[in-house]
């Protein structure tokens, strides 16, 4: 199979399975449309404030595993790294407008994260994650969290593989963490918003 049908392929299935609206979903098997709720999106933050950590930490581990599996499987599949990083892309593209849901879903963070993890590897990702529950306890906002963690999550991928450890990674994955956390400011607008104004409500903790 050519190195073009490869990526034709991977990107459709990216594209379609960051779609799929798990936030959503699981709102409904609980008799609950998110899309009426706090934010109005499929978010795990909206999961969160509608049935609690315990079925929103399900939706994230969902959204998770979408920009997971088609990062890796680019990333065994395609010579290209920069192929690699449009088919980590999609994922998130479909998180935040999924076909499935008149393009009405998430933030694209929990998604983001998987991609990030399919690209440098889990184990990277797992030196990182402490700093996102430390900055939730802090700023009590998952969307403030988001932002910072990305941020952070950027200059840290930019670190590793240009100084703490060159060529553990491709700088265009460090490239990739960039366009994604900007995508997450272009998603996440309206939280910005309210951010400013000082009237963004607070993540609920309640398991």
């Not at 379609?16 to 899309?35: A, H, M, Q």
């Not at 998130?92 to 879903?105: A, D, K, N, T």
């Not at 990674?169 to 918003?193: K, T």
């Amino acid at each position: 199979m050519s190195e073009t049908l490869k990526f034709v392929l991977l990107a459709i299935f990216a594209y379609l399975l960051g779609s799929l609206p798990f936030g959503y979903i699981i709102g409904k098997i609980n008799k609950v449309d998110v899309l009426q709720i706090g934010s109005h999106s499929a978010s795990s933050t909206n999961v969160s404030r509608a049935l609690g950590w315990r079925w929103a930490t399900v939706s994230a581990a969902l959204d998770f595993s979408k920009g997971l599996l088609p990062a890796y499987l680019a990333r065994m599949n395609l010579s290209n790294e920069w192929l690699v990083v449009v088919v980590a892309l999609l994922p998130m593209v479909g998180q935040v407008f999924p076909i499935f849901l008149h393009f009405r879903g998430g933030k694209g963070a929990s998604t983001y994260y998987g991609a990030i993890s399919g690209l440098i590897g889990l184990h990277y990702f797992i030196i990182f994650f402490p700093a996102l529950p430390i900055l939730l306890l802090v700023t009590r906002r998952m969307s403030l969290t988001n932002i910072i963690f990305s941020w952070l999550l950027t200059i840290a991928i930019f670190l590793f593989a240009t100084v703490i450890k060159p060529n553990a990674f491709p700088i265009s994955y460090a490239v990739f963490a960039l366009i994604g956390a900007l995508f997450m400011l272009v998603a996440m607008r309206e939280n910005i918003d309210r951010l400013i104004k000082n009237k963004e409500p607070e993540t609920p903790l309640k398991w």
